[in-house]
Every structure is written in C-alpha cells, then in structure tokens.
C-alpha cells in the first residue's frame, strides 16, 4: 500500500505543470513587439504624437513574487520621430533633447508594487538630457505565454507623465509636459 501511495504521489508530483517563477526577459525590440510612444501639446492648440524608434533592455519578472521584479531601458534619442524631418531635426537640437550631448537616455527600476489584477506601479529613476529624476509608471500585465518559434513572452503595457522643465528640457506655451505610452513585450532568456 505504501509503494502505491508513493507511486501515486510522485505520479501526481510530476505531471501537474511547474510554478511560474522569476525570469528574465530581453525586450524584444528585433520583432518591433515593443514601442516607446509619447505625445505632447503643441502650444496648447493640439496634440504631436512621435516615438523612440531605437532603444533596448531587460526586465526580471516572478509573477508569484512582482514586488521582485526589475527593468532597465536604454533608448537612443537620436531615434526621436514624428514623421516631420524638420520638426525632428528641431526637437533634437539644443533647444530640446540636445541629442549630440545627451545621445541616450535610460530608465532603472527601484520598486515595482503590484496592486492587484495585473496592475502595477513601476517605480524608478529616468535619466533624460543629463538629468536623473524619480518617475512612477502604471503599469498593466497583459500575458505571457510559448512563442510559436520556441520561446517564452511575457507583456506589459504602461504610461507615465513628465514634466519636461524637470529634465532641464525647454518648453514652449503649454507644452510643459509630455505622455508616454510604453508597451514592453519580452522574450524569456
């Protein structure tokens, strides 16, 4: 009767699938499954849209243990694009991102605090034009899963708000800060 039992129990032990536990993720900007957004009031009339075209990173997630987790973005700002040449080569100029002194700008988690139904706040310090400053991101998980090529992903979605005078960014009229959509899709390592 004991050799059954045990028999049973080892049975049931392996055939019940494994605990999701913590793993790391390169963010998967190769398959452009991943995009940092923004938009920002143009003199308070209307609403420019434009992206971050190049940037990289990594992020550590347990979903048994999300106050765990860890991100680490780089983003090249000499990517900035709203689909106007002009408009782009001026917000990378001195006047705004002052992209030949400040090529890059990064973002290093210090806390991430689950709240519940796939919900997060992201905290963490963003270094923009030379400037390092304290930023929270709400955060939503939106899954994870097997890959049809073999790996393993996990998504999220997030925004924050900045305010440009803290980064030492000039502004003009109204435009005094700008909106980040973020969402952030990452292949298992």
């Given at each position: 009767m004991k050799k059954q039992l045990l028999a049973?129990?080892?049975?049931?032990?392996?055939?019940?699938?494994?605990?999701?536990?913590?793993?790391?993720?390169?963010i998967d900007t190769k398959g452009a499954h991943a995009s940092i957004n923004l938009k920002i009031k143009h003199l308070g009339y209307s609403w420019i849209q434009g992206r971050?075209?190049?940037?990289?990173?990594?992020f550590s997630y347990d979903?048994?243990?999300?106050?765990?987790?860890?991100?680490?973005?780089?983003?090249?700002?000499?990517?900035?694009?709203?689909?106007?040449?002009?408009?782009d080569k001026h917000?990378?100029?001195?006047?705004?991102?002052?992209?030949?002194?400040?090529?890059?700008?990064?973002?290093?988690?210090?806390?991430?605090?689950?709240?519940?139904?796939?919900e997060m706040t992201i905290s963490g310090d963003l270094t923009l034009h030379g400037q390092t400053k304290p930023i929270a991101i709400d955060a939503q998980f939106i899954g994870e899963g097997d890959d049809p090529w073999g790996g393993y992903r996990a998504g999220f979605?997030?925004?924050?708000?900045?305010?440009?005078?803290?980064?030492?960014?000039?502004?003009?009229?109204?435009s005094s800060y700008a909106d980040l959509e973020l969402h952030v899709e990452g292949v298992r390592q």
């Amino acid at each position: 009767m004991k050799k059954q039992l045990l028999a049973l129990g080892l049975l049931t032990a392996f055939s019940i699938p494994s605990i999701a536990s913590a793993a790391d993720y390169a963010i998967d900007t190769k398959g452009a499954h991943a995009s940092i957004n923004l938009k920002i009031k143009h003199l308070g009339y209307s609403w420019i849209q434009g992206r971050f075209n190049t940037f990289d990173g990594s992020f550590s997630y347990d979903p048994m243990n999300i106050s765990a987790s860890k991100v680490t973005v780089n983003v090249d700002t000499t990517s900035f694009d709203t689909n106007h040449a002009e408009r782009d080569k001026h917000v990378r100029s001195e006047d705004f991102l002052d992209i030949k002194k400040y090529a890059t700008a990064t973002f290093t988690s210090t806390k991430v605090e689950p709240k519940g139904n796939g919900e997060m706040t992201i905290s963490g310090d963003l270094t923009l034009h030379g400037q390092t400053k304290p930023i929270a991101i709400d955060a939503q998980f939106i899954g994870e899963g097997d890959d049809p090529w073999g790996g393993y992903r996990a998504g999220f979605s997030g925004t924050t708000r900045i305010e440009l005078k803290d980064f030492g960014i000039q502004i003009m009229g109204e435009s005094s800060y700008a909106d980040l959509e973020l969402h952030v899709e990452g292949v298992r390592q």
